[in-house]
């Protein structure tokens, strides 16, 4: 069975630091796009970084510079590092697999993210 499991949030100040970690089972990882989404209360779920299953990277502009989002094919598991937090960063974290090739795509569970000023 398919499952994309989400751990690593919490709360923090701002300027420190959060990894989020979407560990993944039942899938052929290898194939997977993956990425990581977010949702702040009355706002609709925006994407705010991928990175293709060649290892292609890409990140929403208002992250650049601050959030890394790799991935360790080993472990099936992608990684969201998130630096110098704001207090607009606020939101619950989803994480996404898509194996476009065959139309196949998972979301995992949401961590709550939340940064405090």
């Known amino acids: 069975q398919a499952q994309l499991v989400v751990s690593g949030g919490g709360l923090v100040q701002v300027g420190e630091s959060l990894r989020l970690s979407c560990a993944a089972s039942?899938?052929?990882?290898?194939?997977?796009?993956m990425a990581w989404y977010r949702q702040a209360p009355g706002r609709q779920r925006e994407l705010v970084a991928s990175i293709s299953h060649g290892h292609k990277t890409n990140y929403t502009h208002s992250v650049k510079g601050r959030f890394t989002i790799s991935r360790d094919n080993a472990q099936s598991t992608v990684y969201l590092q998130m630096n110098s937090l704001k207090p607009e960063d606020t939101a619950v974290y989803y994480c996404h697999g898509a194996w476009v090739a065959i139309r196949l795509q998972y979301w995992g569970q949401g961590t709550q993210v939340t940064v405090s000023s």
């Open positions: 039942g899938i052929s990882f290898l194939h997977y796009d």
